[in-house]
């Protein structure tokens, strides 16, 4: 089962719209689905919710450390609670999925995403769940930093925020640890297709 559910951004106004925080959107979305408020704890330097359910303790994280300072937060937590990796999902933007998409998987590389880096060194270990955002690329690797620290336009703010509310719906199954059930939930759900751009009136004639 998952004891700890982790999303991942960046504190402070300036960045709560932004890209790189659609795990921040997800805790909050499951926050809300559970009537959870989330509440500074600076012994693990995030904002903290515990719930129970069916008699087990389920906690929510958003770390206020910085992206690249994740892991802090994340081991504090699971060291005290003795939460073992495969027992943490971390949510997190993913630039290799397009916007509307969302992918369950356990393990693997951080492929540059340094939150999952500094969780990756923090734990010592890859061997925890991570729910993969997409948040689609710039298509320039150069310009991807500014990508991730900028609002997305209303269309494709829309498609993130359907894909955080189906894969927050999976909560419960995640939960309770049937995996199997919660991937074909989040991986069957499809983004609807972006509406074909309007055509462009014909310029007046000179």
Known sequence: MIKLFVGLGNPGPQYADTRHNAGFWWIDAVARQLGATLAPERGYQGLVARKNLHGQPVWLLEPQTFMNLSGRSVAALARFFKIAPEEILVVHDELDLAAG???????GGHAGH??????????????????RLGIGHPGDKSEVVGWVLKKPP????????????????AFELLAEGDMERAMVQIHTSKPPRAKPPKPESPAPAA
Request: aromatic letters at 4%; glycine letters at 8%; charged letters at 25%.
């Open 154 to 169: 209303a269309e494709e703010l829309e498609l993130i925020e359907q894909a955080v509310t189906r894969s927050a719906q």
């Open 114 to 131: 340094n939150g999952l880096r500094d969780i990756h060194a923090q734990l010592g270990s890859s061997n925890y769940w991570r729910l």
């Open 101 to 107: 998409q969302a992918k369950l998987k356990l393990g």
